[in-house]
Structures are given as structure tokens and as C-alpha cells.
């Protein structure tokens, strides 16, 4: 159903703009010059020039079915005439459209974060309706709008930010709006709406800034669907604007716990703004400790005691420190109770408190969230590689779960989203160049086999329990040219932390695997394959696989864990998000090790060895494909099992 819908939104959207086009030149007098070029405020078309075809016209012959040229006509000596695009486009003659046209074509952003690409979607749109205003009806909102509105004010519920979209304001000024105000809150709306889709679907972070091997296929939605939706939505544009954002199960519990954090968080949590004084400790006495009472909720002096008289309503005594001091814990400032410059910042401000570390954290996982697609698919392979466990749903109900091995901080698993289309049993590995070089420097190619292709040599471990993919690996086809594989080393599945490999997973007991994703095979079935030369078995239906990278869930039982940051990427996605601001947020990469001139000078000859094999390898492949690479081991070192293992 889902993609019946997508589908039929992208007919929408083409069809929207084709219609746009036509209902904003239709009415415009043709012009013989060419029309500029397309620029990011205006709706322009270029000029046109079709060429009349020079090859003679194919026609069938009735005598013996063959094609015949005989009676096609002698092409035209002369050039073929340019044929003249639409014209662009006239203002409206009404005074509203008109002022929205002009500010469309006006250079002036919408919004700063607002992409070229949708300021023309949104142009488009706007043309399909004659350029009328579409969320101010009689010079107010409609009910779409406040519905729309209502929704943009409450992103915080789902980690955005409210501030980064704007909401116009019409009819409370004192003064009637004039046509350029209405149709300037008219497109800042748009702008600010379309924006808020685009985000809640992943768009305000740029994977490759995190690292180039994060490659999500993001499903930013177009400006002009996302209008178009709302506008025929009415009263239920909110819960259409709220779509946008994920609908998973571990999504909505993050969001249902971050709600509960800032809940517990903002609780006696006041506004108050005080004049400017000096620090004030516990003991102190000052004319805004009245104000901070008053602030809190407390008594205007401290009760006096059988030992002591009534306190003074300007000293800072145990009780307005104490509430200082909670109050600092729930901004995430030093809690001291010593009344700061910080304090007195954070108290006059009323807006969303300072993000605390466990809320950062919730934040930087939510948005990863988006990075997967809208509907994992009732059957499907997921992968948390800082979680070092694979599951397998069918029907979206967990099947089957085990460990696996990742990369390593210095080979990190990529993140993404593929199709498994086959496993094969019996498996050849192929070494690629980034390890050949390793084990020719190191001279550890015993079991290999030199294979010319185009004759140049690339390296070989044929089939057998000694091969560093195992018995069996699992093809998803793409750009890292990673996979899932079995290996012969089992004793690494023992560790807690299993990052050990060059980017590909490892599964412990593939064969119970198989049989989870496999519908026609049995581990039974499958094991009697071994040692019978290499076999390729295609699944009947390609299967999802998500390789992700959460480090902050919530699990079945309903628990808060956290995982291990295994790459660093915590660090730049707070930055990304505005949530940290200091470099030293971003985790740096494992430092190398410096090596002695001798060391070099014996190593070099190896290294000049390996580089040529290199570049020999490179050359005998012409595409980086994963069916011929694979990188389980650096240098294979192999924990052989007994024959007697499966």
C-alpha cells in the first residue's frame, strides 16, 4: 500500500507542476526571444529547439515482413526551425496573487535553511493555484493552518527544534495586514512547513559530514507534495505533518522517554529576571533574594525557631539555596546553589532549558532513527552494530537473534540499507587491495592461489573450512561491497566487544541463520552442501538489511540502556545538531604508531612488493563488486575448528 502511495504522489507531484506550468504561461502573449534561464526566485522556461530527425522513416514491408526504407521522405536540406518555449509568466492582475507572484520571483529567502530545489517546488505550487494565498483566508488563518501551526509549535515532542520554524503572524497587528505582509506570512508558512517535513525525514544532518561510510537513502519528501497534502488535510493538517516523522516501535520509545526526562526536568523550573548584582552564597544577604522567593514558590522569610528568630526576606539562607540549586541540576549547570551570572541568565530565560547529556543523547539516536526507511518491511534483517547482535523479523515479529562481529573503529561496518538477493555455500574469497597489501608485506599467503585476469594476479583462498568467509556468506549488493559471512575463527564470538573485522558482519551460526532467511532451506539441508564446490541459492524474494548505529534504546522489556559510542559519531552529531559547540565534542581516530628508521628500512622492499600488487589487483578489476571482495581477517591468522564442528 505504501508504495502504491508513494507512487501515486510522485504521479501527483509531476502532474502538479506540468499543470503549473501550464495555468501560469496559458494566459501569457508568446514571445519570439529566448526566455532567460531558470533561477531559484522565478518560475522561467528556456527556449526550445527541436531538430527534425535525418534518418530515413522504418516501415514494414508486406511482401516479406522485412523493414523497407523506399517511400520514406528525403530529409529537409534546409535546418529545422527552432520551436519557441512558454513565454514566462505575467503577474496576476489581482492585487494578492499579485503580490505573492512578485514575492516569489523577489531573490530574498523564504528561510535560510530552505533548499533551492524546494523554493522552485514550492513556486510550482503556488502557480497551480493561480498564485492565491493558501493557509489566510479574509486576511486570517484557515483551519489547515492553525492545524499545521499547532504541530510546527510541538516539535520539540519529537527532538526538532520549534525555533527553526517560524510562524508568521497575521490579523494582531495594529494596523490590517497589507497584500505584501499576507502574502509574505502566506510563503514563510509554506517555507516553514515544507521545512519541518524535510527534517522530520532526516534532512537537517548530512550523513557524509558524520562519515562517508554513513549512506542512508534518505526520503526527503518534495516541498509541493508536502503542501499539497496539508492544504487538502483541513483540520487534520497536524496529523499529516506529524507522519513525517518515524513510526517505529524504538523511535516512539526514545520520544516517550525524552518526554519524561524534560518533564521531571522543567518542573519548578521559573522565570524570573533579576537586576544585575554580585554572586550571591549561601549566608548572603541581597534585595533580589525577595524576588528569587517569589520565584520559587518559597515563604517570604525564613519561620523563625524555639533557637532562632524569623529570617530576614533578603537573605540567602538554606532554602533559596537548596531551590537554586535544583534549579541549576534541571539546566544542566553546575549545581552549586551559589547564585551565578549563569544562574541569573538561565532563570530570565523561559524558553527550552539547556540540553542535558542523557537528553543529547536521546536527541543524537532519534534523529538516526530517520535515517531508516519510513516501513522496515514485515520481513527484514537488522543489525546494531554498536549492540553487536543481528535479529530476524518475519511478519514484524522477532524470529531469531544472534551475535555477530563489526568492524573495527579503524574499519568501521558502514550504515545503510540493502537487499540480500542470494547466500552462496562454499565460498571463494578474493582478497581485496586494501588487505593484500597487508598479508604480501607480511608473507602470509599459504592457501592462496594466484588468479590471472587480463594478465594481471590477484590473490584466491578457494573453498573450505580454512577460507576466511566460512562456509557461507549472504549478498547484499553495494557500494562498500560489505556482507554478511560465517568464519573459522569462532573464539572471537567470546568477547564482549566483537569489533574485530574490515567492515563486513560476522555471524555466529550461520546455518541457523540461513534457515531464518532462507525459506526453502534447512540447516539440515544446507550443511550437506559443504565441501560440494561453490553454490548460489537465490532468495525467492529479496530481504531487507539494516546495518544501523544506535547507542542509546529502549529494550523489549522496556529498560534504558545505553551502548558504547564504537566510532565516535556521537560526538559530531551533537555538533551537527546544535547540541555541542566545542571541537572537542568530536572523537578523534586511534593514533598511529611511529615505527623506527630501521624498521622502515627493513620493511620498505615488502612494501614496494605489495604496492605493485596492488596496483595490479585495482587493474584487474574493473568494478569493486562484492561478490569478488570481502575483508574478513587483516592478515589471516586462523582458529581453525575441528571437522567434526558442524
Known sequence: MRAASEAGTGIAR??????????????????????????????????????????????????DGAASTADAPAPSAEPAPAVEGPPAPVAPSEPLPAALYARLNDTAPLLQRLTGKDREAIQAFYALGNFKPVWIENRAFNAAAHAAIARLREAGEDGLDPNAYPVPVVGKLSRPNTDAEIA??????????????????GGRVNPAAISRLITPTLDLPPADTVLTRLAASGAGAGEVLQSYNPRQPGYLALKKRLAGLRAGRTQGAPSVKLPDGPVLKLGMSDPRVPLLRSGFGLDASAAGTLDSAPGEADAYDRSVADAVRNFQRSRGLPASGTLTRATVAALADASVPKTSASEADLLVNMERWRWLPPELGPNYVFVNVPEFKLKVFRDGRLRDETRVIVGKPTSP???????????????????????????????????????????????????????????????????????????????????????????????????????????????????????KGERTLRLPEKL?????????????????????????????????????????AVARGPAKEKRTSAEAARSAPRQAVAREAVRSERRAAPRRSSDMFGEPESAPTYAYPPRSYW
Not at 184 to 201: F, I
Not at 415 to 425: D, K, L, P, R
Not at 553 to 573: A, H, I, K, N, Q
Open 14 to 63: 509531476t502532474l502538479s507542476v506540468a499543470l503549473a506550468a501550464l495555468l501560469a504561461f496559458s494566459q501569457a502573449p508568446a514571445r519570439a526571444e529566448e526566455a532567460p534561464a531558470a533561477t531559484e526566485s522565478g518560475v522561467v522556461i528556456r527556449k526550445a529547439a527541436v531538430d527534425i530527425a535525418s534518418e530515413p522513416v522504418v516501415t514494414p514491408d508486406a511482401s
Open 544 to 584: 531487507p538489511v539494516h546495518l544501523a548505529y544506535f547507542t542509546a534504546e529502549v529494550d523489549d522489556l522496556g529498560s534504558y540502556r545505553t551502548l558504547p559510542d564504537l566510532y565516535g559519531y556521537d560526538g559530531p552529531m551533537k555538533v551537527a545538531l546544535g547540541l555541542a559547540a566545542r571541537p572537542d
Open 184 to 201: 509574505e506570512a502566506d510563503l514563510k508558512l509554506s517555507a516553514a512547513l515544507a521545512l519541518y517535513a524535510r527534517d522530520a525525514r
Open 413 to 531: 561496518t558502514p550504515t545503510f540499507s540493502g537487499m540480500m538477493e542470494y547466500a552462496v555455500v562454499n565460498p571463494s574469497w578474493y582478497v581485496p587491495p586494501s588487505i593484500l597489501k597487508q598479508m604480501l608485506a607480511s608473507g602470509r599467503t599459504a592457501g592462496f592461489e594466484v588468479v590471472r585476469r587480463g594478465g594481471n594476479i590477484s590473490l584466491r583462498q578457494p573453498p573450505g573450512e580454512r577460507n576466511a568467509l566460512g562456509f557461507i556468506k549472504f549478498m547484499f549488493p553495494n557500494q562498500h561491497a560489505v556482507y554478511l559471512h560465517d568464519t573459522p575463527n569462532r573464539s572471537l564470538f567470546s568477547a564482549s566487544t566483537r569489533a574485530f573485522s574490515h567492515g563486513c558482519v560476522r555471524v555466529d551460526d550461520p546455518f541457523r541463520f540461513a534457515d531464518a532467511v532462507l525459506p526453502n532451506w534447512t540447516q539440515e539441508r544446507l550443511k550437506k552442501l559443504i565441501g
